[in-house]
Nanobody, 126 residues
Framework: QVQLVESGGGLVQAGGSLRLSCVAS????????IGWYRQAPGKEREGVAC????????EYAESVKGRFTISRDNAKNEAWLQMDSLKAEDTAVYYC???????????????????WGQGTLVTVSS
């Protein structure tokens, strides 16, 4: 069964840090881009960060640049999103996926897999 499972969310004060984890099963992350998205209450889902398979570059939304870091370990079939200097506006449900199509102008369909985790809630108190 193809699956992604996120963990690591929680309640944190503004200025704090959290590290989200995304573990894949049933397929290998090695062959795909990895994306982190979030959806805040009453808002549309937005792309936060992408790790591009074919060249290893990373892409970030302007709102998180310099504060969030995406990484992966293909041997462990796991990816992470390190979130520092958190702000109240970072409060959202965070999802990982093997698809960065909405974040990349040059994405490759062959590097994308439409599978999503169940999400993990991040709440930042001000």
């Amino acid at each position: 069964q193809v699956q992604l499972v996120e963990s690591g969310g929680g309640l944190v004060q503004a200025g704090g840090s959290l590290r989200l984890s995304c573990v894949a099963s049933g397929f290998s992350l090695h062959y795909y881009d990895i994306g982190w998205y979030r959806q805040a209450p009453g808002k549309e889902r937005e792309g936060v960060a992408c790790h591009v398979r074919r060249d290893g570059r990373t892409e970030y939304a302007e709102s998180v640049k310099g504060r969030f870091t995406i990484s992966r370990d293909n041997a462990k079939n796991e990816a992470w999103l390190q979130m520092d200097s958190l702000k109240a506006e970072d409060t959202a449900v965070y999802y990982c996926t093997a698809d960065c199509s909405s974040m990349l102008q040059d994405y490759l369909e062959t590097d994308s897999l439409d599978v999503w985790g169940q999400g993990t809630l991040v709440t930042v108190s001000s």
